[in-house]
């Protein structure tokens, strides 16, 4: 990946997500528990060097002893802290959607925008930086448990696993860059197809529960087709990964195999420095599983990185058809107490919204009734109060057990109680609403015209 992209992809939201101060803690718990565990082969080769020269062994022994335990301790606490890390980073997630979304009205009559953002948000964005988070800790253990090892080994035993070792990541690298393109397309397609079953599964409270079976049955189809395309992707990735990760074992193992044979075999007569060899020969082998491992989680950067950007695409793709051209004009109606009034642009509107008043829209499907009021709202700002019929807006009052118009006729009374706006718009309130509830509410909203201006579209005549 070239150097200015990476700083590119750096700079987005997205990854900008990850940056709290307990990636600094994390990473400083594990470079202490790192060298710790590193400084444990240089004090075995100093514990055989002083049984073999009859010298004092009880220091280098309880130095090697205190090596292997002592690594817990900031290990546990990476860990702690790398929970603090990923919940602050749901936070800071949480906290760049609402930024990036806020007073978007636009986004709010979208059926496939809202499915997708609120998948994103509820499951895919979370599970994404909980895995980014682990496969990160992952990679500094592995690169500075890997890296001062193998220099430790290097200084003590054998200088020339440094030349086998820097082999073997050169030939992993140059595989890991013929199959990086093939492993960014592959992890692209499976989060997409993940966030599509997402969707799938957003529809089906409606359309389990009903008992429409031809609901039912075309959500079923749906369901599993987008199941089988996830799976297929899901699949594919784990097997390209696999084969990776075979090729990449032999091309870590085999350079430092033969230069162990071969130093071994140099020194044969040498028993001080043959005793060290063997003795941190499981280390040097242990190491190079180590190495498998580091590769493997390089190969994983394509994934990782892919299911970011695809966070990062959706955060910052806009709305291609704006809310004017939703509405046609033409088709609505406006009235005033009754009375009809020729409104033919939004501007209009807007100065009629200017004073108290109550104007009623009507007019047919599709002729851009909410999508004006979403228009109304989206120029106004803080000016308006924008309510629809269909919501899930919070209230104190979440108006459990009570009747459609007792619930509306509460959160209404709470709008007016605590909300000080100067303009009140309203979406077809009366939908499912009796024609006494009808009554009450429209005697209610008359009272409001007073001090604020009403702007609703009615669901009936």
């Not at 996830?230 to 699949?235: L, P, Q, S």
């Not at 075979?246 to 075999?265: D, E």
Request: proline letters at 3%; a neutral charge; aromatic letters at 12%.
């Amino acid at each position: 990946m070239p150097c200015a992209t990476l700083r590119k992809f750096w700079s987005t939201p997205a990854f900008r997500i990850l940056f709290t101060k307990w990636i600094w803690i994390c990473i400083g718990l594990i470079v202490v528990m790192q060298v710790i565990v590193a400084s444990s082969t240089f004090w075995i080769v100093q514990l055989i060097h002083a049984i073999q020269e009859g010298t004092n062994f009880w220091m280098p022994l309880g130095l090697y002893l205190g090596s292997l335990t002592l690594p817990y301790l900031p290990g546990a606490g990476a860990l702690v802290i790398l929970s603090c890390w990923q919940m602050a980073t749901l936070k800071k997630f949480v906290d760049t959607f609402i930024d990036m979304h806020q007073n978007k009205t636009a986004f709010w009559s979208d059926k496939n925008e809202k499915e997708k953002r609120v998948s994103l948000l509820t499951a895919e964005g979370q599970q994404t930086y909980n895995a980014f988070i682990e496969y990160l800790h992952r990679f500094f253990c592995c690169t500075l448990n890997v890296g001062l090892n193998i220099l430790v080994l290097s200084f003590l035993v054998e200088p020339k696993f440094l030349i086998g070792y820097g082999l073997s990541l050169f030939l992993s690298m140059l595989l890991l860059k013929w199959f990086d393109p093939k492993q960014s397309l592959i992890a692209g397609k499976a989060q997409n197809a993940r966030i599509e079953l997402g969707q799938s599964l957003l529809q089906s409270w409606d359309n389990v529960l009903l008992g429409n079976h031809y609901n039912f049955d075309m959500w079923r189809g749906l369901f599993a087709a987008r199941y089988e395309k996830m799976k297929h992707w899901n699949v594919y990735s784990a097997r390209v990964r696999q084969i990776l990760s075979v090729l990449f074992a032999f091309f870590t193992l085999a350079p430092c195999f033969l230069i162990a044979i071969y130093s071994m075999w140099t020194h044969r007569a040498e028993p001080m420095i043959l005793s060290a060899f063997v003795v941190t020969l499981p280390r040097l082998f242990l190491i190079l599983g180590f190495t498998h491992e580091l590769i493997d989680i390089f190969s994983e950067w394509s994934l990782q990185r892919s299911r970011l950007e695809g966070i990062n695409q959706i955060l910052l793709s806009n709305m291609t058809i704006p809310l004017d051209e939703r509405i046609s004009m033409v088709g609505l109606s406006f009235y005033e107490n009754g009375s009809e009034k020729q409104i033919k642009q939004v501007e209009e509107l807007l100065n009629w919204a200017k004073r108290p008043c109550r104007i009623t829209i009507r007019g047919a499907n599709g002729s851009g009734k909410s999508s004006l009021l979403l228009l109304l709202k989206e120029r106004l700002k803080e000016d308006a109060f924008y309510f629809p019929v269909e919501n899930h807006l919070v209230f104190q009052k979440d108006g459990f057990g009570l009747s459609t118009g007792q619930g509306l006729k509460k959160k209404l009374l709470e709008i007016q109680e605590n909300v000080d706006v100067k303009v009140l718009l309203l979406d077809e309130w009366d939908a499912n609403l009796d024609a006494s509830n009808q009554s009450e509410i429209s005697q209610w909203l008359d009272t409001m015209v007073h001090t604020q201006c009403v702007i609703e579209v009615r669901h009936r005549d």
